[in-house]
């Protein structure tokens, strides 16, 4: 597959994510919330959580009002931290946040986030994807707030 097709593909799973986000609903029973917004681009969102006993997410879902790429990027990650415990959460946060600054995702365990990789190229958007990370991590660390401007 060419690097167009491959670019082609990421944004038709961008535009299909942010036209029909996974996972975009208030959880009823839940352990921890935490909203975030991006004043940069007026994106906001809210995720919910359920913990695994061990601290981890059993189960994460997320309500977004903002730009394509938050709101896809909120769907991608719901999928890709169900199950993962804390530690993996963080490591694999950290390693998004690094993968949509520079583009590069050798880390296989970010293959389901790479369609995001793109957003490098614009470095006003990348605080749109990083939107729900941020408030992912403030419910799982117990904060009720979270802000892009970090
Ligand atoms: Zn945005």
């Not at 804390?86 to 950290?94: F, K, R, S, V, Y």
């Amino acid at each position: 597959m060419s690097f167009d097709e491959l670019r082609d593909l990421y944004q038709e799973v961008i535009l299909d994510h942010g036209r029909r986000p996974r996972n975009h609903r208030r959880l009823e029973a839940f352990d921890a919330t935490a909203k975030g917004d991006n004043p940069m681009c007026g994106d906001r969102c809210q995720v919910w959580i359920r913990r695994t006993p061990e601290g981890g997410i059993a189960d994460a879902t997320f309500e977004a009002r903002g730009c394509a790429i938050s709101v896809a990027s909120g769907s991608l990650m719901t999928e890709a931290v169900r199950g993962r415990s804390a530690g993996e959460i963080h490591a694999l946060a950290d390693r998004f946040r690094e993968m949509v600054r520079t583009g590069q995702h050798a880390d296989p365990s970010l293959d389901t986030l790479a369609p995001l990789a793109g957003v490098h190229e614009y470095p006003s958007r990348v605080k749109c994807a990083t939107l729900p990370w941020h408030a992912l991590l403030a419910a799982l660390d117990g904060k009720g707030e979270a802000t892009s401007e970090r």
